[in-house]
Nanobody, 115 residues
């Protein structure tokens, strides 16, 4: 249900924009997680359906998350990229249902920042 695009190879200081298109109904929360080699998957940024955002400290001021509810798509604009931003970026979406919450993951897109 989640299709990501926009990863690639970029030099330090460069920019990339990730996109994640979701199918189905609107998700209450959408976000991006990052998994570096040998490390756990950590939250990078999230945005609610109302537009409230949350960022991990290492990316504050450099990354911007946004969403287009009409297109059910979430974006991650990444500027001033650093080698430590390298990893597989996963789109995440949460939907509220009567019995609780359903969580979905994209297939991941690789971002490599060269020094």
């Amino acid at each position: 249900q989640l299709v990501e695009s926009g990863g690639g190879l970029v030099q330090t200081g460069g920019s990339l924009r990730l996109s994640c298109a979701a199918s189905g109904s609107i998700f209450s929360l959408m976000g991006w997680y990052r998994q570096a080699p040998g490390k756990q998957r950590d939250l990078v940024a999230s945005v609610s359906v109302g537009g409230s955002t949350n960022y991990a400290d290492p990316v504050k001021g450099r990354f911007t998350i946004s969403r287009d509810n009409a297109k059910n798509t979430v974006f991650l604009q990444m500027n001033s990229l650093k080698p430590e931003d390298t990893g597989v970026y996963y789109c995440n979406a949460v939907k509220s249902v009567i019995s609780g919450k359903l969580e979905y993951w994209g297939q991941g897109t690789l971002v490599t920042v060269s020094s």
